[in-house]
């Protein structure tokens, strides 16, 4: 036997269905305008802090480029160096990466700020000190790789944190595309 079906069984279900997602968008509106502000705060709270973690001689940062190229100065307004925010693709997700730089061209520190998307415990650690602490010093002039690449010797080099070399050469290409802006701008401002 053929069951005859309604136009009453099919309309009270979509109409049903229809209502709940036009509700559970509205909250999701709702929330997110009552949360982006936060967020935005959290995330500049957190730039400005990796900016001091690679520039710490800097009193202040004057913005040269929009969200990208920072000059540090000192409390004499003297600068100090560049931080320079960059970021890449990871093994799980975008990296976000501080540059500190100071005006001779040498690489002061390096932060991971950002490195949510990678696997804890393996790609995650490329935010630890210890990893970090191996730029410090390198140069802008030369490339920097992770020591596994380095086939004919001749670039600065970082070993790669253990199980994440996928993780540790997105932050050091992060690095290099931070040295390249550094000498862009330095080149364009001895004109």
Request: with cysteine.
């Given at each position: 036997?053929?069951?005859?079906?309604?136009?009453k069984?099919?309309?009270?279900?979509t109409?049903?269905?229809?209502?709940?997602?036009?509700?559970?968008?509205?909250?999701?509106?709702l929330t997110?305008?009552?949360?982006?502000d936060?967020?935005?705060?959290?995330?500049?709270?957190?730039?400005e802090?990796?900016?001091?973690?690679?520039?710490?001689?800097a009193?202040?940062?004057?913005e040269?480029?929009?969200?990208?190229?920072?000059?540090?100065?000192d409390s004499?307004g003297?600068?100090?160096?560049?931080?320079?925010s960059?970021?890449?693709?990871?093994?799980g997700?975008?990296?976000k990466?501080m540059t500190?730089?100071?005006?001779?061209?040498s690489i002061?520190?390096?932060?991971?700020?950002?490195n949510?998307?990678?696997?804890?415990?393996?790609?995650?650690?490329?935010?630890?000190?210890?990893?970090?602490?191996?730029?410090?010093?390198?140069?802008?002039?030369?490339?920097?790789?992770?020591?596994?690449d380095?086939?004919?010797?001749?670039?600065q080099?970082?070993?790669a944190?253990?199980?994440a070399?996928i993780?540790?050469?997105?932050?050091?290409?992060?690095?290099?595309?931070?040295?390249?802006?550094?000498k862009?701008?330095?080149?364009?401002e001895?004109?």
């Amino acid at each position: 036997m053929r069951r005859k079906i309604s136009a009453k069984a099919i309309l009270i279900p979509t109409i049903s269905l229809f209502l709940i997602c036009l509700v559970v968008t509205a909250l999701l509106a709702l929330t997110n305008n009552v949360t982006a502000d936060k967020i935005g705060e959290n995330e500049q709270a957190s730039k400005e802090q990796s900016m001091q973690n690679v520039c710490p001689e800097a009193k202040s940062f004057d913005e040269i480029d929009k969200d990208v190229l920072y000059l540090g100065k000192d409390s004499d307004g003297n600068p100090v160096g560049y931080a320079i925010s960059t970021a890449t693709q990871g093994y799980g997700g975008q990296v976000k990466v501080m540059t500190g730089i100071d005006t001779n061209g040498s690489i002061i520190g390096v932060d991971v700020f950002y490195n949510d998307d990678e696997t804890p415990g393996l790609g995650k650690n490329t935010s630890n000190e210890k990893f970090r602490d191996q730029y410090k010093g390198l140069n802008v002039d030369q490339d920097i790789v992770v020591s596994k690449d380095d086939t004919a010797g001749n670039a600065q080099t970082v070993d790669a944190v253990t199980s994440a070399t996928i993780s540790s050469r997105a932050v050091t290409k992060a690095v290099n595309e931070a040295c390249r802006i550094y000498k862009e701008y330095t080149a364009k401002e001895a004109k």
